[in-house]
């Protein structure tokens, strides 16, 4: 019976649906995370009468035929690249991007990443790095003797010290955005890699024509919304028992068959 295996795509459909969504929930609180979304499609058919063709020697055409679907597939688990809210932090090194773009990050193998989490901190050299202690693109160094650090709309880094009253700029924050960025590859730690998909990073400036703009002492909260994924899941839940429900019913009628014969 062909609804025993259609109704179990449909169950593993659904179980992948909700691993989706517990993983939105998970990281509801994470900075700059980006909600997913499982896409499915239907499986291929099987024709068991072909439409188009030939239903007798005077050329009539069958005008619809006999497809039986064999059930769904995942077909991608798609990234929605919204912006999220933003939250004060009060935070000096706290960085939020309001509009296109990531962050670039130096990673230990000399290779970028990007990331949309601001949450920075200084290294035991003073460079600007990730919570992971990755540097951030252009590896800006803060002195020692430094009272405040500023960061302004541009990415610009000023620091002002005591016997100075003119704050010095240290350099430029970097960005880089893609043509398309559901096409990054996610490597956990917020972190995110170029893919031929997403195409090659276009490098440049905050509040450059294209890119964010940057505000200090703010970070970027997850765009996942609480409500909308509690919604999907009892949707996912409820197909879920559907299919399982489908199972029980074509067993109990193999059952029927088996003691007629």
């Given at each position: 019976m062909r609804s025993l295996n259609i109704a179990a795509t449909g169950m593993r459909a659904q179980q992948l649906n909700v691993d989706t969504i517990s993983h939105n929930l998970a990281n509801q609180t994470t900075t700059g995370y980006k909600r997913q979304r499982a896409e499915f499609q239907d499986l291929i058919y099987q024709d068991l009468k072909r439409v188009g063709t030939n239903s007798s020697d005077t050329g009539t055409i069958v005008p619809t035929g006999i497809q039986v679907g064999l059930g769904v597939k995942t077909g991608s688990i798609y990234r929605n690249h919204t912006q999220g809210t933003l939250q004060q932090?009060?935070?000096?090194?706290?960085?939020?991007?309001?509009?296109?773009?990531?962050?670039?990050?130096?990673?230990?193998?000399?290779?970028?990443?990007?990331?949309?989490?601001?949450?920075?901190?200084?290294?035991?050299?003073?460079?600007?790095?990730?919570?992971?202690?990755?540097?951030?693109?252009?590896?800006?160094?803060?002195?020692?003797?430094?009272?405040?650090?500023?960061?302004?709309?541009?990415?610009?880094?000023?620091?002002?010290?005591?016997?100075?009253?003119?704050?010095?700029?240290?350099?430029?924050?970097?960005?880089?955005?893609?043509?398309?960025?559901?096409?990054?590859?996610?490597?956990?730690?917020?972190?995110?890699?170029?893919?031929?998909?997403?195409?090659?990073?276009?490098?440049?400036?905050?509040?450059?024509?294209?890119?964010?703009?940057?505000?200090?002492?703010?970070?970027?909260?997850?765009?996942?919304d609480p409500v909308q994924e509690i919604t999907g899941l009892i949707v996912a839940q409820r197909a879920y028992e559907m299919n399982s429900k489908v199972i029980t019913a074509s067993d109990e009628m193999l059952q029927t068959l088996n003691q007629s014969a």
């Open positions: 932090t009060e935070s000096a090194l706290d960085v939020a991007i309001q509009g296109r773009g990531f962050f670039i990050i130096e990673l230990p193998n000399g290779e970028n990443a990007y990331t949309r989490d601001g949450t920075f901190q200084l290294s035991p050299e003073g460079e600007i790095v990730t919570s992971e202690g990755y540097i951030v693109a252009p590896n800006i160094a803060v002195p020692d003797d430094a009272v405040s650090i500023s960061i302004n709309r541009f990415g610009e880094v000023e620091v002002s010290l005591d016997d100075q009253i003119e704050p010095i700029n240290l350099g430029q924050l970097e960005m880089a955005t893609f043509i398309n960025d559901a096409g990054l590859k996610a490597l956990g730690d917020n972190l995110f890699m170029e893919t031929e998909a997403s195409g090659p990073a276009i490098e440049g400036l905050p509040a450059d024509p294209g890119f964010g703009s940057l505000l200090q002492g703010y970070i970027e909260n997850a765009n996942v």
